[in-house]
């Protein structure tokens, strides 16, 4: 944690679907959630799971976001479009109930 232009801050950098079970579990909410997987899509075969998981990761990362807080959804698989992850983000939104 620290204090920068008076506002605390905190950077977690951790295995991504554990932390964020935990925080959920222990009621933690955050202002902002930096969503940057690995490439979880390195050929066209394995994009449909792929498109499962980001919704399944940005539906956890929604359920610990204050209401008004921030998600920034990133992908980097040269097989999923933007449109791709964010049809995934929206469905992860409904599933969070967002």
């Not at 204050?66 to 791709?84: E, F, N, Q, T």
Request: charged residues 25%; glycine residues 8%; proline residues 4%.
């Amino acid at each position: 944690a620290s204090n920068v232009g008076g506002v605390a801050h905190s950077l977690h950098v951790a295995d991504c679907w554990k932390f964020l079970e935990e925080a959920s579990a222990r009621g933690d909410r955050f202002d902002i959630i930096i969503s940057d997987p690995p490439s979880m899509a390195p050929s066209a075969r394995t994009r449909g799971r792929a498109l499962k998981a980001y919704a399944q990761i940005n539906e956890r990362a929604l359920r610990v976001i204050r209401p008004g807080g921030l998600l920034l959804a990133c992908s980097c698989s040269s097989h999923v479009s933007g449109r791709d992850l964010w049809r995934a983000v929206q469905e992860a939104a409904r599933a969070a109930g967002r």
